[in-house]
DNA sequence: TCATTAAATTGTT
DNA sequence: AACAATTTAATGA
């Protein structure tokens, strides 16, 4: 794990709450769940903090618990491209995990977040041994398929109330996200940063979303009022 | 618990 | 990019 305590919290168990959030055990059997939660700790990041970064060894499984992260690659002529967020509950790195390749993608906080780790040690033995462990990679390999299929049309997006409305979507899907809920925590300079656009430009675009009943802007956070609506909608302004 | 102040976030130009 | 307005968080009596 290469997320510094340096001045902040260090590496330790999680709480019986903080288990609560995670998605996964809850699939588990007893022992499988017993142990895992044994092995899993958490760590607080800052904001610019990596979690992990291209070329560094899979040393855990990362899943936030609570805060918002992005998942970023650089290219060759070292420009950043956002993948994207991830928000509360959304476990990431099994591509990898699998394969025991390096990490190829830097995924680092947005703002202060816990971040919850389970050792790959402890992965593999849940491969090898949970039915509904496996059941659950399985199922986030294939939504992150469908997400990233979908950012690619999102990409071909000129229109910016579109592109942050899908991107949106994307962020308050149940499936990946199960942390999240109706109310997204995240700032309009934050989504501005995840979408590719200015402040204003997103602030602008949420009104229009808010006008069309699909969310509401709140302060610190959007709550959805019509995810399908957000997802597939053409909002002709 | 309440009032005051600072900080964060949003709305507007 | 700058600034004003608004909301929340922090502080201390």
């Known amino acids: 794990m290469t997320i510094e305590p340096s001045l902040h919290q ?34 607080q990041a800052v904001p610019g903090d990596h979690i ?28 950043t491209m956002t993948f994207t967020g991830l928000p509360p509950g959304g476990w990431f790195g099994e591509g990898t995990a699998l394969k025991r390749e390096p990490y190829r993608y830097n995924v680092l906080a947005l703002r202060r977040s816990l971040v919850a780790g389970l050792p790959v040690a402890t992965f593999d033995w849940l491969l090898d041994h949970s039915i509904g462990f496996n059941r659950f990679v399985m199922r986030q390999l294939n939504e992150r398929l469908a997400q990233f299929i979908a950012a690619r049309e999102i990409d071909r997006l000129s229109n910016p109330d579109l592109r942050v409305a899908r991107n949106l979507a994307a962020l308050f899907n149940p499936a990946l996200f199960p942390g999240v809920g109706q109310v997204l925590r995240i700032t309009q300079q934050e989504l501005a940063y995840l979408v590719g656009l200015s ?6 675009a949420l009104r229009t979303l808010e006008q069309h009943a699909v969310i509401r802007v709140e302060y610190g956070g959007l709550r959805v009022l019509d995810l399908a609506r957000l997802r597939s909608a053409t909002f002709s302004t």
Do not use: H
Request: net charge positive; aromatic share 6%.
């Open 199 to 204: 402040r204003q430009r997103v602030n602008e």
């Open 52 to 79: 992990c970064r291209v070329g560094r060894e899979v040393t855990y499984w990362f899943g936030v618990v609570d805060g918002l992260l992005k998942m970023s690659s650089d290219n060759a002529q070292g420009e």
């Open 10 to 43: 260090r590496r330790r168990p999680l709480t019986q709450t903080e288990l609560g959030g995670i998605p996964w055990l809850a699939l588990l059997l007893p022992p499988e769940r017993e142990r895992a939660a044994a092995e899993l700790v958490v760590s």
